[in-house]
């Protein structure tokens, strides 16, 4: 059974930054591609970053130099580095194994002053 279970979420200054966790387990981790997508309020879910089991990363232009996907396969966690958070990055923040159905259930990130 694959699980996906996103944390690091929470409310946050502008400027500041957060790092997400997505821990993956019920499957070799270290085979498998992952990705990180988000949905703003009343938005479709938006794919932010992806890295792939050789390392190669992808980012949305919304959070090219800013953001940062990484990987630990010994800890079969994913990660996600957020920095210079901006107010219209608030939404919640899903992880997924990418080309899949399996998802996690998402973490709240709020950026407010």
């Known amino acids: 059974q694959v699980s996906l279970v996103e944390s690091g979420g929470g409310l946050v200054q502008p400027g500041r930054s957060l790092t997400l966790s997505c821990v993956l387990s019920?499957?070799?981790?270290?085979?498998?591609?992952v990705a990180w997508y988000r949905q703003l309020p009343g938005k479709a879910r938006e794919l932010i970053a992806s890295i792939s089991s050789d390392g190669t990363t992808h980012y949305a232009d919304s959070v090219k130099g800013r953001f940062a996907i990484s990987r630990d396969n010994a800890k079969n966690t994913a990660l996600l580095q957020m920095n210079n958070l901006k107010p219209e990055d608030t939404a919640v923040y899903y992880c997924?194994?990418?080309?899949?159905?399996?998802w996690g259930q998402g973490t709240q990130v709020s950026v407010s002053s």
């Open positions: 019920g499957t070799i981790f270290s085979i498998v591609p």
């Open positions: 997924r194994m990418q080309y899949s159905d399996y």
